[in-house]
T-cell receptor, first 115, second 113 residues
Framework: EAGVAQSPRYKIIEKRQSVAFWCNPI?????LYWYQQILGQGPKLLIQ????????DSQLPKDRFSAERLKGVDSTLKIQPAKLEDSAVYLC?????????????FGPGTRLTVT | QQQVKQSPQSLIVQKGGISIINCAYE??????FPWYQQFPGKGPALLIA?????SEKKEGRFTISFNKSAKQFSLHIMDSQPGDSATYFC????????????FGEGTQLTVNP
């Protein structure tokens, strides 16, 4: 079974520029998550999708971050305009209900550096 | 009420020793407690998880101990190996809704040969 795919793996941009990240979840996983992991910290949820609907975006900075999952499969996360504090690894995870548990599986992440 | 506190921040263990990482949570609605292992440049990988209806779960060299009344849980790595050197994160969620994982701050484990 293929894992969660993410691209690009690395991105360097200047502040005020825009950037987009792509995620392809594990086949058949209805739930998709985007997490932000700042260096030395645990991941923090930005947004959660169930199929193509948003379940939880309470911690998404909506003035600059947006995400979509148009056909209930792939997802994109966009930052516009980027700030220095957005430098982090952006992790995509997906899950499905298995033995009453939503086990979340993470992709390798996209490391964003904002200069 | 959403915090998960993890300690220690870093841990150095000799090969063959026992590594112990502790976590404490505040939200009593949490009902799913996984541990993730993360190597540099990789995403977190699910290691082992427990539900609050049991006090201990063991998988190979990895054991979770869970104390519901104290709102604490811990990861024990028996016979630690250099290949176990990684960052470990505890997490918690309200699993019935497939909700977000709230992560601890992480423990950087180094196992010396």
């Amino acid at each position: 079974e293929a894992g969660v795919a993410q691209s690009p793996r690395y991105k360097i941009i200047e502040k005020r520029q825009s950037v987009a990240f792509w995620c392809n979840p594990i086949s058949g996983h209805a739930t998709l998550y985007w997490y932000q992991q700042i260096l030395g910290q645990g991941p923090k949820l930005l947004i959660q999708f169930q199929n193509n609907g948003v379940v939880d975006d309470s911690q998404l900075p909506k003035d600059r971050f947006s995400a979509e999952r148009l056909k209930g499969v792939d997802s994109t996360l966009k930052i516009q305009p980027a700030k220095l504090e957005d430098s982090a690894v952006y992790l995509c995870a997906s899950s499905s209900l298995r033995r009453r548990v939503h086990e979340q599986y993470f992709g390798p992440g996209t490391r964003l550096t904002v200069t | 009420q959403q915090q998960v506190k993890q300690s220690p921040q870093s841990l150095i263990v000799q090969k063959g020793g026992i590594s112990i990482i502790n976590c404490a949570y505040e939200n009593t609605a949490f009902d799913y407690f996984p541990w993730y292992q993360q190597f540099p440049g990789k995403g977190p990988a699910l290691l082992i998880a427990i539900r609050p209806d049991v006090s201990e779960k063991k998988e190979g060299r990895f054991t979770i101990s869970f104390n519901k009344s104290a709102k604490q849980f811990s990861l024990h790595i028996m016979d630690s190996q250099p290949g176990d050197s990684a960052t470990y994160f505890c997490a918690a969620s309200k699993e019935t809704s497939g909700s977000r994982l709230t992560f601890g701050e992480g423990t950087q484990l180094t196992v010396n040969p």
